[in-house]
C-alpha cells in the first residue's frame, strides 16, 4: 500500500500559488519523493522528484523537510489547467512499481 | 518533446476475447511498464519490463497477461481471454533510467469488455 498521506481535496484561486502537502513518515534513506498528476482519465503526468534536497523544474517546486518525514509541492501560480489529482509517491530503486494512493484532489478556482 | 503513444484509443471487445493493446514509449527509453486503473480507484501496477524479460509484476498480472517487446519501437499488452473485470484505462509507461528514474506515461487505452 501506499506508504504516503495526503489531504483528499485542496482548494486554491487561480493565480495563487497552490501549497500540496504530503506526509511520508516512514521513508526510507534510499527513497525518492516523487509527485505526479492526472487530469481527468488521461495518463499520469510526472511533475517532480527529490531525495534530500529543494528541488524546482519548470511545472514546480518540491520542499522536503530536513528529517525527510514530510514534503510540499507548490505550484507558484496555479492556472484553471492545473485542477487535476496530485499524487504523492515515495519510490525506490529496489522495485519498479509506483503505488498510487488515492491523491489529493486540486480544484483551481477562478 | 517526445511522448508515449498508445493505440487504440478505446476497444470494446467481447468477454472471452483476446486483445492486445499497443504502445510506443519514448524513443530512447529502455524499461518499460504497463499500469491499469479501474474508474474511479487507484492506478495500479501490473509489470514491468527491462533487456526483453519481465522485472517485476503484480499479482494481477496472472497468466492471462502477457507483454511483449516485438519489434524495436512497439511494446505490447495482451490479453488471452478476457473477463468483465479488466474493464479498465491501462497505461503505458517508459523510463530512460533504471527505478527510481521518472516514468512517463502514455494517454492510456479504454478497455471495455461486454
Known amino acids: 500500500d501506499a506508504k504516503t498521506t495526503q489531504p483528499p481535496s485542496m482548494d486554491c484561486a487561480e493565480g495563487r500559488a497552490a501549497n500540496l502537502p504530503c506526509n511520508h513518515s516512514?521513508?526510507?534513506?534510499?527513497?525518492?519523493v516523487y509527485w505526479y498528476r492526472q487530469i481527468h482519465s488521461q495518463g499520469p503526468q510526472y511533475i517532480i522528484h527529490g531525495l534530500k534536497n529543494n528541488e524546482t523544474n519548470e511545472m514546480a517546486s518540491l520542499i522536503i523537510t530536513e528529517d525527510r518525514k514530510s514534503s510540499t509541492l507548490i505550484l507558484p501560480h496555479a492556472t484553471l489547467r492545473d485542477t487535476a489529482v496530485y499524487y504523492c509517491?515515495?519510490?525506490?530503486?529496489?522495485?519498479?512499481?509506483?503505488?498510487f494512493g488515492q491523491g489529493t484532489t486540486l480544484q483551481v478556482k477562478p | 518533446e517526445p511522448e508515449v503513444t498508445q493505440t487504440p484509443s478505446h476497444q470494446v471487445t467481447q468477454m472471452g476475447q483476446e486483445v492486445i493493446l499497443r504502445c510506443v514509449p519514448i524513443?530512447?527509453?529502455?524499461?518499460f511498464y504497463w499500469y491499469r486503473q479501474i474508474l474511479g480507484q487507484k492506478v495500479e501496477f501490473l509489470v514491468s519490463f527491462y533487456n526483453n524479460e519481465i522485472s517485476e509484476k503484480s499479482e494481477i498480472f496472472d497468466d492471462q497477461f502477457s507483454v511483449e517487446r516485438p519489434d524495436g519501437s512497439n511494446f505490447t499488452l495482451k490479453i488471452r481471454s478476457t473477463k468483465l473485470e479488466d474493464s479498465a484505462m491501462y497505461f503505458c509507461?517508459?523510463?530512460?533510467?533504471?527505478?527510481?528514474?521518472?516514468?512517463?506515461f502514455g494517454p492510456g487505452t479504454r478497455l471495455l469488455v461486454l
Open positions: 509517491i515515495v519510490y525506490s530503486g529496489n522495485t519498479g512499481k509506483l503505488i
Open positions: 509507461a517508459s523510463s530512460e533510467d533504471p527505478p527510481p528514474g521518472p516514468q512517463y
Open positions: 524513443s530512447n527509453h529502455l524499461y
Open positions: 516512514t521513508i526510507s534513506g534510499n527513497e525518492y
